[in-house]
């Protein structure tokens, strides 16, 4: 089965026809300028040649001087006479002689008949109007030649206009695309900016789990007890799910910048009891569900747990409760707090506080409000009463956009 010739993306036909542009402007301009300069060699002829009027004069007179010459005998008189009217009847041999005749009351017909009258006024009318003709056209071939002379002085100037006005449409192209080009540098920048921060926000989101996998396949070599290696085998488990859901490179997009969760009813108090020990106090109901995607809404709690625990190295409270029957999660530490101008900033990208017990990439944060924000929500810092920071975490409708999944009794990863 062959396969239909693929069509031109619109995109191309418009920049090929941008690229012929230039020509097709040149063209059109040429021939716009040109045609003055054709319309007058059409209609007026290639020059006009008097030549012929002023033969007409000149026969004339030399026949009235012929008629004075008593030297002439009557044979040449008459041959002078033919050749004058030969000249005034061959209409012919005069270029224009309707148009000349249209402009005044001279005409070459008078010519011959007061040739034909054979007399001496009629001889003097002929000459007059044979003049009168000879300086119409002497006129007429004046005009004509300042007619030809602005034509082609427009012409020069439409010439030059049409090669000023291509190259300014070259230059436009031109700077066309080297911004189109600018523009898709940008492009491809912004593509590396965030394909650079999907990697460096899925590595460190990928620190912890991979920490307790590290941690819990080292404490299993050493563990003679059953039940501790089960537990401990759970916890690799849970590590290597939370691995896979957070390093998928197909959906580092979806994870971690244009976020697409996976809702389903999730058990929030059992997700916050996960993290109960002995420097983390957790209070929470018997059970508060509700829909998000669990393993995002796990992040932010470790996000938000790990960054209490880094600026103080006392208790930390985690609260789960309902605020007007929506989930809402406190976590307060008893450090130093923050100041007003660095709360501003915590959540931008590689902000840090200025008191960090251990290093950090100053991500958490910036991730956890994106996730909260895609869950209908959003996250707050907060001074605690009598010190310390208190950090709110709520909840609402998850977007539109998520996509759904199939309730399942665990943790799976994606």
Same mark, same amino acid.
């Given at each position: 089965m062959t396969r239909p010739p693929a069509?031109?993306?619109?995109?191309?036909?418009?920049?090929?026809?941008?690229? !012929?542009? #230039?020509? +097709?402007?040149?063209?059109?301009?040429? *021939?716009?300028?040109?045609?003055?300069?054709?319309?007058?060699?059409?209609?007026?002829?290639?020059?006009l040649k008097p030549y012929a009027y002023q033969g007409l004069v000149q026969d004339l007179l030399l026949y009235r001087a012929d008629l !004075?010459? #008593?030297? +002439?005998?009557?044979?040449?008189?008459? *041959?002078s006479y033919d050749r004058a009217l030969s000249s005034a009847i061959n209409r012919e041999q005069y270029a224009f002689l309707d148009r000349i005749e249209a402009s005044d009351d001279f005409r070459l017909l008078n010519v011959r008949r007061g040739l034909e009258q054979r007399t001496p006024e009629g001889l003097q009318r002929a000459v007059q109007e044979a003049i009168g003709l000879n300086n119409l056209v002497r006129d007429y071939s004046a005009a004509q030649s300042a007619a030809y002379e602005q034509a082609f002085t427009e012409m020069r100037g439409a010439l030059i206009g049409s090669a000023v006005f291509s190259g300014l449409l070259s230059l436009v192209l031109i700077l066309?695309?080297?911004?189109?080009?600018?523009?898709?540098?940008?492009?491809?920048?912004?593509?590396?900016?965030?394909?650079?921060?999907?990697?460096?926000?899925?590595?460190?989101e990928m620190r912890r789990p991979l920490q307790s996998l590290l941690l819990a396949a080292d404490a299993l070599r050493a563990s003679p007890d059953e039940a501790l290696r089960q537990r401990l085998l759970a916890q690799i488990e849970d590590s290597a799910a939370q691995l896979a859901s957070r390093a998928d490179l197909t959906r580092l997009n979806d994870l971690y910048l244009d976020v697409t969760l996976r809702v389903q009813p999730t058990d929030l108090t059992a997700l916050v009891r996960r993290f109960s020990s002995s420097r983390i106090h957790v209070t929470a109901p018997a059970q508060l569900l509700w829909s998000v995607d669990a393993n995002r809404v796990r992040q932010m709690l470790e996000n938000l747990v790990e960054n209490a625990v880094k600026y103080t190295q006392g208790a930390v409270e985690l609260t789960l409760d309902a605020v007007e029957g929506a989930p809402r999660v406190q976590v307060r530490d008893h450090g130093p707090g923050m100041s007003d101008e660095l709360r501003g900033r915590v959540f931008l990208p590689y902000?840090?506080?200025?008191?960090?017990?251990?290093?950090?990439?100053?991500?958490?944060?910036?991730?956890?409000?994106?996730y909260a924000r895609a869950h209908g929500g959003d996250v707050m810092l907060t001074h605690a009463p009598g010190g310390g920071l208190l950090i709110t975490l709520t909840f609402g409708q998850a977007e539109t956009h998520v996509r759904p999944l199939t309730p399942q009794g665990r943790l799976t990863p994606g």
């Open positions: 069509r031109p993306r619109p995109e191309l036909l418009r920049e090929l026809l941008l690229a !012929l542009l #230039p020509l +097709l402007a040149t063209v059109t301009l040429l *021939a716009l300028a040109t045609q003055p300069a054709y319309d007058a060699l059409l209609h007026r002829g290639k020059g !004075l010459d #008593p030297r +002439l005998t009557p044979e040449q008189r008459a *041959a066309r695309s080297l911004l189109l080009w600018r523009a898709e540098q940008r492009r491809a920048q912004q593509r590396e900016d965030r394909q650079r921060e999907a990697l460096n926000l899925a590595s460190h902000e840090r506080g200025p008191q960090s017990l251990t290093p950090g990439s100053g991500l958490g944060l910036p991730l956890v409000r994106r």
